[in-house]
Nanobody
Framework: QVQLVESGGGLVQAGGSLRLSCAAS????????MGWFRQAPGKERDLLAA????????YYADSVKGRFTISRDNAKSTAYLQMNSLKPEDTAVYYC????????????????WGQGTQVTVSS
């Protein structure tokens, strides 16, 4: 199975930046679309961004468009989420997820999930 591990979360002041990384298991990274989600306590898990396995197609939620950038380095089996101009409302646990094949926008389509990394934005 595909194993995902997020890193890069932490505490940052409003207006600052963080870069999250999602390391995927071995050679199986190729062929998998990747997504980044976030979930605050008591809230729904929301899709923030998604990227096709080849990197030629991306999607962004309106709430992060223009501030967050999703990317991937297949040679390193790693996906990234660059987060700029962070706001207190961005505070949540951030998850990366993977599915085989084309990009999907619903969480139910993603079969593999990381453990999550906490992002806290102070004001």
């Amino acid at each position: 199975q595909v194993q995902l591990v997020e890193s890069g979360g932490g505490l940052v002041q409003a207006g600052g930046s963080l870069r999250l990384s999602c390391a995927a298991s071995g050679r199986t990274f190729i062929g998998y679309a990747m997504g980044w989600f976030r979930q605050a306590p008591g809230k729904e898990r929301d899709l923030l961004a998604a990227i096709s396995w080849s990197g030629d197609s991306t999607y962004y939620a309106d709430s992060v468009k223009g501030r967050f950038t999703i990317s991937r380095d297949n040679a390193k089996s790693t996906a990234y989420l660059q987060m700029n101009s962070l706001k207190p409302e961005d505070t949540a646990v951030y998850y990366c997820a993977a599915k085989y094949g084309s990009t999907s926008y619903g969480s139910s389509a993603y079969a593999y999930w990381g453990q999550g990394t906490q992002v806290t934005v102070s004001s």
